[in-house]
């Protein structure tokens, strides 16, 4: 798979989870989609879209958005503890 179309590809299955939690309202969503990422992704698919994340994001849906900067900021601190 190309590079661009595995960001393509985690994108759309962090849009699809997004979809999921939409109906939750926004908080519940953001942290649902953070938490389900958390738990399921492995740390290249979670390397990638913190990368595509800090690139801008393009194409994420704002609260996925939010949730990963969310996810991302939390790695960060971890690793500095």
Not at 28 to 37: D, F, M, N, R, S
Not at 40 to 55: G, Q, S
């Amino acid at each position: 798979m190309s590079h661009s179309s595995t960001h393509d590809r985690l994108v759309y299955m962090a849009n699809q989870i997004g979809k999921f939690f939409q109906s939750q309202g926004h908080d519940k969503e953001v942290a649902g989609v953070a938490e389900h990422i958390k738990k399921f992704w492995d740390p290249r698919m979670l390397k990638t879209i913190y990368a595509h994340h800090d690139a801008g994001g393009a194409g994420l849906d704002p609260a996925v958005n939010e949730a990963i900067g969310r996810l991302k900021a939390a790695a960060v601190a971890k690793e500095k503890a």
